[in-house]
């Protein structure tokens, strides 16, 4: 295990050394800096250690350094260096999430009390997160992509397969199927899942601006750039980059977009010196980008470094034996969403949702659970119940059965006694249903 380090910033060459042989004394690591600008460089949601800091310093002051900090790590544990007319502001930057605070001159066993108790806190947070990554991982991918279809099963396989590793993604699928969601199992599963997740929705990123949200820029980069500002991808590092909707990129973006990912790094406007990026890029398209890079609209460079991995995510009509199940699941999260009682849903109901044909994919059923769980009625009645898939009329039909029977299934908890009086069948008959449709009693028993 790393050993734990304290960071001790103060622009005072007599301060730095008093304080760093005060706390070796106490065998304790010590890194002490007379900037703040290279004591941020350590910080990290993984940095197994804390910061004391002054607050009045030339440059980058303690409290920029300390908002800098928590930035990268909420948790972080800071400890702020005050003079005697700066007590009132210490208490307030508590409020903003200082650890503590020590007013000068402070004596040398209450600077090691209080780093003491900033490590515990900070070992702590640290054991916390390693244990969640421990016992979640498998177990936040199957809540995210939830369902017990073939194409289901195949996605979280491949989710699980290439989550721990750094290899770059494209998820391509409908709009409403899921194409986030997928994103954020991968980043949930993976290593980095501690650190962000940065979501960029690259048609909603106004064009004259797009590049400045990206890579940051420099103070006087532009009218109105007053001061220096990191981009969306330096606010990423360590973490996850998704680039959603980037068929909306214009060719001049995605030729630097390309170079960041290749180089893995960014060169903010009105600069010149590259900065390195430790981040992982997921990407995603409604479009068939093969098909667009074929139409010279997207890049055909951008996208072979993109899909390293691609993961195509299924429509709701290709799965529609997870309706019932997720339909359910859904409207007991908008349920504990509004802080409301998870309601029974009839038979009746998850019958008729099975049966309807649900263009908007996920995000369409969702928006019907919301409703579901606020009283409100759905349109999901005769007229409605429409199966709408390709194929002819015994395919559909085959489709239409198979959802049927498994609502049925997951209304009475897998019973097939109940199930199959439901639907006035023998047991014979319903037993050779399921085996034709593969449908199995397991996955929709009460327990599950």
């Not at 093969?290 to 460079?301: I, K, L, S, V, Y």
């Not at 709408?388 to 897998?414: D, P, T």
Request: charged content about 25%.
């Amino acid at each position: 295990m790393t050993r734990e380090t304290i960071l001790f910033v103060d622009d005072e060459d007599h301060l730095r050394l008093a304080a760093e042989q005060s706390l070796h004394l106490e065998d304790l690591d010590v890194t002490c800096f007379s900037d703040a600008t290279a004591a941020l460089a350590h910080v990290a949601r993984d940095f197994p250690g804390i910061l004391v800091t002054d607050i009045r310093m030339p440059g980058m002051d303690g409290l920029t350094l300390m908002a800098k900090a928590l930035e990268i790590d909420p948790e972080f544990p800071v400890i702020l260096v005050t003079g005697h007319g700066d007590v009132e502001l210490a208490v307030q930057s508590m409020r903003d999430g200082a650890y503590d605070f020590l007013e000068k001159p402070y004596a040398p066993s209450r600077l090691v009390s209080t780093v003491r108790r900033a490590l515990d806190k900070r070992r702590l947070t640290l054991e916390n997160r390693a244990l969640r990554r421990q016992v979640g991982g498998r177990d936040a991918i199957e809540a995210r992509l939830t369902g017990r279809s073939d194409a289901m099963v195949r996605l979280r396989a491949q989710v699980r397969a290439i989550a721990a590793t750094e290899a770059d993604v494209l998820i391509q699928g409908a709009t409403g199927s899921g194409k986030e969601v997928a994103a954020r199992a991968l980043h949930r599963g993976s290593p980095r899942s501690d650190k962000p997740f940065v979501h960029i929705n690259c048609a909603a990123l106004p064009a004259d601006l797009i590049e400045s949200e990206l890579f940051g820029h420099e103070a006087g980069a532009f009218a109105g750039a007053t001061r220096a500002r990191f981009g969306k991808f330096e606010h990423a590092r360590g973490g996850t980059v998704f680039l959603d909707e980037i068929d909306a990129m214009s060719q001049p973006v995605q030729a630097k977009l390309l170079t960041a990912i290749q180089n893995r790094t960014v060169t903010r406007l009105g600069s010149n010196d590259p900065v390195s990026l430790d981040v992982r890029f997921i990407a995603a398209s409604k479009q068939d980008l093969e098909a667009e890079a074929a139409a010279g609209t997207f890049r055909p460079d951008l996208l072979y470094r993109l899909n390293v991995v691609t993961l195509r995510i299924p429509d709701l009509e290709d799965r529609r034996e997870d309706i019932p199940r997720l339909f359910t699941h859904l409207v007991a999260e908008a349920a504990a969403r509004y802080k409301r009682p998870i309601p029974a849903i009839p038979g009746a109901v998850l019958t008729a949702v099975a049966a309807r044909a649900w263009p908007g994919n996920v995000r369409e059923l969702r928006n019907a659970a919301d409703r579901f769980a606020l009283g409100l009625d759905l349109d999901i009645g005769a007229g409605a119940v429409e199966t709408g898939g390709a194929g002819n009329l015994a395919g559909r039909m085959a489709e239409h059965e198979k959802a049927l029977i498994a609502a049925s299934l997951a209304a009475h908890g897998g019973s097939l006694k109940d199930t199959y009086e439901a639907l006035g069948l023998s047991r014979k008959a319903l037993y050779e249903k399921m085996q034709k449709h593969g449908l199995s009693r397991d996955a929709f028993h009460k327990a599950d």
